[in-house]
């Protein structure tokens, strides 16, 4: 019988230290992306594990096993595409961003250029797409009332990745947990302790910055006008639509899977999209499958 041996940790290491190695190759040089370093480091684990003992039966074993485990958000991640779409298709990311910048004033711009991204990213899963629409909204609201673009680009991106980190519709969250070994809401749980802290304590000195810098600057609100206004002249924008939201946040706290949850939460969207916006069955598709395109005729927006 073939004796299994584990590895020590510097060759336990190597296939990690391979695979950043050529990953930097590969994007600095190659401009080749990250199949090829991706390849290589499961040929180098490979190797490994053959002189350890392992035979390719247990290492083929493991590699369906370890991808299996990765599925679910591999399919999270497509879900999420298809809502993007139909949310802003159906109006309902619109009309988060146009109530959220409606309660905005230079005193407390920062604390909400944290706090909105952060319940929208909880609400998405997915802090890319909050930072490439309500973040790119505050950026320019951020710009026209004076502030730093450096600042308002770092309180976004605190509440995004905020959200992003707790919603169990994220697919790194997913993933996290999978490859773990634990219970999804187990696995949010434990990172409540450090995470709202942390966002309580950011937003604090938002407002504290925030504050001292809306006394010395003057706010010009043209950007944030025209933003409404282009929100307005697309889109059907009204409070009932945040229904969706909520049903999605209450979907999370019943602990509804994550894969039903979006799937549920895409299809709402689209229904919204249809009854409520008017749009066609060409457009939906069209916005689950490429995204939707804005034409309200403000650059920044669109």
């Known amino acids: 019988?073939?004796?299994?041996?584990?590895?020590?940790?510097?060759?336990?290491l190597l296939p990690i230290a391979v695979l950043v190695v050529m990953a930097l190759?590969?994007?600095?040089?190659?401009?080749?992306?990250?199949?090829?370093?991706l390849m290589t480091a499961v040929a180098v684990a490979v190797v490994i594990g053959k002189f350890l003992g392992y035979t390719w039966q247990d290492l083929e074993h493991s590699l369906v096993q370890g991808v299996s485990r990765a599925l679910p958000a591999v399919f999270i991640l497509f879900l999420i595409g298809t809502i993007i779409g139909t949310w802003?298709?159906?109006?309902?990311?619109?009309?988060?961003?146009?109530?959220?910048?409606?309660?905005?004033?230079?005193?407390?711009?920062?604390?909400l250029a944290c706090l909105v991204p952060a319940v929208v990213s909880l609400v998405l899963g997915t802090s890319?797409?909050?930072?490439?629409?309500?973040?790119?909204?505050?950026m320019a609201i951020g710009e026209g009332m004076g502030f730093p673009p450096a600042l308002v680009a770092g309180?976004?991106?605190s509440g995004a990745f905020f959200g992003d980190k707790l919603s169990p519709l994220s697919d790194t969250t997913n993933l996290a947990a999978a490859m773990?070994?634990?219970?999804?809401?187990?696995?949010?749980?434990?990172?409540?302790?450090?995470?709202?802290?942390?966002?309580?304590?950011?937003?604090?000195?938002?407002?504290?910055?925030?504050?001292?810098?809306?006394?010395?600057s003057g706010a010009d609100t043209g950007q944030l006008e025209q933003l409404l206004s282009g929100l307005d002249s697309q889109f059907v924008i009204h409070p009932l639509l945040l229904i969706i939201p909520v049903v999605a946040i209450g979907l999370?706290?019943?602990?509804?899977?994550?894969?039903?949850?979006?799937?549920?939460?895409?299809?709402?969207?689209?229904?919204?999209?249809?009854?409520?916006?008017?749009?066609?069955?060409?457009?939906?598709?069209?916005s689950m499958s490429s995204g939707f395109v804005s034409a309200t005729g403000v650059e920044f927006l669109d």
């Open 128 to 138: 890319l797409t909050t930072i490439a629409t309500v973040g790119i909204a505050f």
């Open 25 to 37: 190759v590969s994007i600095t040089v190659w401009d080749i992306g990250m199949l090829i370093p």
């Open 252 to 286: 999370m706290l019943l602990r509804v899977p994550a894969i039903l949850t979006l799937l549920m939460i895409s299809l709402l969207g689209a229904a919204t999209a249809f009854i409520i916006q008017g749009s066609t069955i060409t457009d939906i598709m069209q």
């Open 155 to 157: 309180a976004v991106i």
């Open 1 to 12: 019988m073939q004796v299994r041996k584990l590895p020590s940790v510097p060759i336990a």
């Open 180 to 216: 773990g070994g634990v219970k999804l809401f187990d696995h949010i749980r434990h990172m409540l302790w450090d995470t709202i802290p942390a966002l309580i304590i950011s937003a604090i000195v938002y407002a504290f910055i925030g504050g001292s810098i809306s006394a010395t």
């Open 88 to 111: 802003i298709e159906g109006g309902l990311i619109p009309t988060i961003i146009y109530y959220g910048l409606t309660a905005i004033s230079p005193a407390v711009f920062l604390p």
